[in-house]
């Protein structure tokens, strides 16, 4: 049962354009939302996150936006450059009720320079 | 500052041999997690400790899986019995406290044949 959902396996985006990607979960106990980017052959890094008592966190060219009523977060990264070309993960977890981290299948996006 | 590593970075056994994956976290976290991943998906939770005790080890998929954190600081996942369906990417993470962003290392891909 998967609770965080990637629809998107793959994203492709012109250098310099939006890459928007999305998330879906199904857990309403979720509560800390993260994204980690990942390249070939190494462990995922952290990259932005946000609770659930905001709808918005910017860090520099990356801005998460959460939508708990629909159950769905997106990153945002603007402009884009060819060095995001990675593999991008969603992850979700309940605080307050346990110590798992639910992560989505991933998106593989690619910037075209 | 020295980041998560794990060794070996790859290991191939035979159905049916022990093996032993090791974590070294970044220094002074006290949470340390284990995931799996298989291709085409995100990172499974397997395990995860608080200390020197397993706070949450729901995500093992059966007995022939355990892990240790003796003092507090390196982990030592061990398969018992390998099949070849335990062939997957083996990831490790650390974070500061519970709950919080966490750092992964490089994976270590286990084969078995």
């Known amino acids: 049962d998967q609770q965080v959902k990637q629809n998107s396996p793959s994203l492709s985006v012109q250098e310099g354009r939006i890459s928007i990607l999305n998330c879906d979960y199904t857990?309403?106990?979720?509560?800390?939302f993260l994204w980690y980017k990942k390249y070939p052959a190494e462990g995922p890094t952290f990259l932005i996150s946000?609770?659930?008592?905001?709808d918005k966190n910017e860090d520099g060219r990356f801005t998460v936006f959460l939508n708990k009523s629909a159950k769905h977060l997106s990153l945002h990264i603007v402009p884009s450059q060819p060095g995001d070309s990675a593999v991008y993960f969603c992850?979700?977890?309940?605080?307050?009720?346990?110590?798992?981290?639910?992560f989505g299948t991933g998106t593989s996006l690619t910037v075209i320079p | 500052g020295a980041g998560v590593s794990q060794t070996p970075s790859n290991k191939v056994t035979e159905k049916g041999k022990y093996v032993e994956l090791r974590c070294d976290p970044i220094?002074?976290?006290?949470?340390l997690y284990w995931y799996r991943q298989s291709l085409g998906q995100g990172p499974e939770f397997l395990i995860y400790?608080?200390?020197?005790?397993?706070?949450?080890d729901s995500g093992l998929p059966n007995d022939r899986f355990f892990a240790v954190r003796p003092e507090g600081s390196v982990s030592t996942l061990k398969i018992q019995r390998t099949e070849r369906g335990d062939s997957a990417v083996y990831l490790c993470?650390?974070?500061?406290?519970?709950?919080?962003?966490?750092?992964f290392g490089p994976g270590t891909r286990l084969t078995v044949t």
């Open positions: 993470a650390s974070s500061s406290r519970q709950g919080s962003e966490q750092y």
């Open positions: 857990n309403s106990m979720f509560d800390y």
């Open positions: 946000i609770s659930s008592i905001k």
């Open positions: 992850a979700a977890s309940a605080l307050g009720t346990g110590n798992q981290f639910y």
């Open positions: 220094s002074g976290h006290t949470a």
């Open positions: 400790f608080q200390g020197t005790g397993a706070a949450d």
